[in-house]
C-alpha cells in the first residue's frame, strides 16, 4: 500500500513538473469570484465563513462565459456542540465583459471596468418543509472606477425574480432588487506600509413597495434592506498572504432563513485573495 501511494505522489508530482511550460502559456480556469474569508464576532454574532470561485466555461478565460458558485455560512463555534446555524448556496451562470481581456481584444472600456450579465442566479438554504428559503433571479451589473494608484469606484447590480418559493414569499421586499458598493481600493505596489489595501460600502434591498411608501411620505412606513461596512488591509507585511478583514453589518436578509428580522453584527477575521 505505501509503495503504491509513493507511486502515486511521484506521478503527481512528475506531471506538476512537466507541466510547467504548460501552465505558463495557459491561465487556470478556476479562479475566485466574490470575498473568500473567515471572519468571527461576540456570542450572538459568532462564526461567518465564505467561499466563492468561478470556472470558465470556454476556454481562454477572455470569452467571459462563466460558472461560479458561493456559500456562506453561519457557524456556533463558541457553543458546546458547534453547529451550523444556516448555509446559503449560491450558483450561478454569467458573462462578463472586461475592459482588458475580452472577447474583443483589449478593448478600453474607458472607466468601465466590467459588465456583467446573468440569465440564472440562484439562491437557496438547503433545507427542507417550513425552513425551506429559495429564489432564482436574473440580472445585469456594472463596476465603473478611476485612478490608477487611489482607485474610487462603484459596481452596481440590478435584478430580477424568475420565482420566489411560497415559504418566503414575501423576501423581495428584504432583499430588494438592486446592490450597490461604493469602494477605495489602493493599487500602489511603492507604498511602503500600504498596498492593496480596500475600503467598501455596501446597501441593497428596498423593494417597490419602500418606494411607494417614501414616495407618499407614509410615517408609518418599514425601512428594510441593508447595508455594510468592510475593510481589506495587510497584516504587516505582504508576506503574510491572509489579508485581515473586518465587517459591520445592519439591516435584514443576512441569511435566508431570518431575512424577515433586522440584524446588527461586528466581525473581524482574514480574507483570503
Keep these: ?26 491561465e487556470s480556469p478556476l479562479t475566485v469570484y466574490k470575498e473568500n474569508y473567515f471572519i468571527a464576532g461576540d456570542n450572538d454574532n459568532q462564526v461567518k465563513f465564505q467561499f466563492s470561485l468561478k470556472f470558465n466555461l470556454l476556454y481562454p478565460s477572455s470569452t467571459g462565459i462563466y460558472f461560479a458558485y458561493t456559500q456562506r455560512s453561519l457557524w456556533y463555534l463558541y457553543d458546546k456542540s458547534s453547529p451550523f446555524v444556516e448555509t446559503n448556496y449560491m450558483p450561478e451562470v454569467f458573462y462578463r465583459l472586461e475592459s482588458k481581456n475580452n472577447l474583443f ?27 425551506s428559503r429559495s429564489i432564482n433571479t436574473y440580472y445585469g451589473q456594472i463596476q465603473l472606477s478611476a ?86 488591509f495587510r497584516i504587516l507585511t505582504t508576506v503574510i498572504q491572509p489579508y485581515f478583514f473586518i465587517q459591520w453589518y445592519h439591516g435584514y436578509a443576512q441569511w435566508m432563513i431570518t431575512y424577515p428580522e433586522k440584524e446588527k453584527s461586528l466581525r473581524a477575521g482574514f480574507l483570503l485573495k
Excluded: C
Aim: charged share 30%; aromatic share 18%; proline share 1%.
Design 1 to 26: 500500500m505505501k509503495k503504491i501511494f509513493l507511486v502515486v505522489l511521484f506521478t503527481i508530482f512528475s506531471i506538476n513538473v512537466f507541466a510547467t511550460d504548460y501552465q505558463k502559456e495557459y
Design 105 to 131: 481584444g483589449d478593448t478600453n472600456l474607458g472607466i468601465i471596468d466590467y459588465i456583467q450579465i446573468s440569465p440564472i442566479s440562484h439562491m437557496s438554504n438547503g433545507r427542507d418543509g417550513l425552513e
Design 147 to 232: 485612478g490608477d494608484v487611489y482607485n474610487f469606484g462603484v459596481n452596481v447590480k440590478v435584478f430580477n425574480y424568475w420565482n420566489i418559493a411560497s415559504d418566503n414569499k414575501d423576501i423581495d421586499e428584504y432583499i430588494g432588487y438592486y446592490e450597490t458598493d461604493l469602494f477605495f481600493k489602493l493599487k500602489s505596489k511603492n507604498v511602503e506600509f500600504l498596498d492593496k489595501e480596500e475600503l467598501h460600502f455596501k446597501f441593497g434591498g428596498f423593494s417597490k413597495k419602500d418606494y411607494d411608501d417614501w414616495r407618499d411620505s407614509d410615517k408609518n412606513k418599514k425601512a428594510l434592506g441593508w447595508y455594510s461596512v468592510e475593510a481589506q
